[in-house]
Nanobody
Framework: VQLQAFGGGLVQAGGSVRLSCAASGSIFNIKTMGWYRQAPAKQREFVAGITAGGTTNYADSVKGRFTISRETAKRTVYLQMNSLKPEDAAVYFC?????????WGQGTLVTVSS
């Protein structure tokens, strides 16, 4: 199983970027999909999650600015990030969970210039 994340890059503060993460390999019946991030010298933290039924939840720091969505048939999860702030800069990791296992992507770097 591989999770491949795309969409990171350099963006100005106040700008937007859309991340995507697609799974390949033998991963089925994905229950939850989510995004986490890790800034330099900080621990990885939860950003957003979405269940198979479409229920979403967000870290307080991104509520109202980020939107998570999924295309289950494509085994893909997205993160639309708007009104970016310098403190949003981090490596963003996607995660997909089945009943048995958690799978992580390799991370994609988002840099926010002020």
């Amino acid at each position: 199983v591989q999770l491949q994340a795309f969409g990171g890059g350099l963006v100005q503060a106040g700008g937007s970027v859309r991340l995507s993460c697609a799974a390949s390999g033998s991963i089925f019946n994905i229950k939850t999909m989510g995004w986490y991030r890790q800034a330099p010298a900080k621990q990885r933290e939860f950003v957003a999650g979405i269940t198979a039924g479409g229920t979403t939840n967000y870290a307080d720091s991104v509520k109202g600015r980020f939107t998570i969505s999924r295309e289950t048939a494509k085994r893909t999860v997205y993160l639309q990030m708007n009104s970016l702030k310098p403190e949003d800069a981090a490596v963003y990791f996607c995660k997909m969970s089945t009943m048995r296992s958690d799978y992580w992507g390799q991370g994609t770097l988002v840099t926010v210039s002020s």
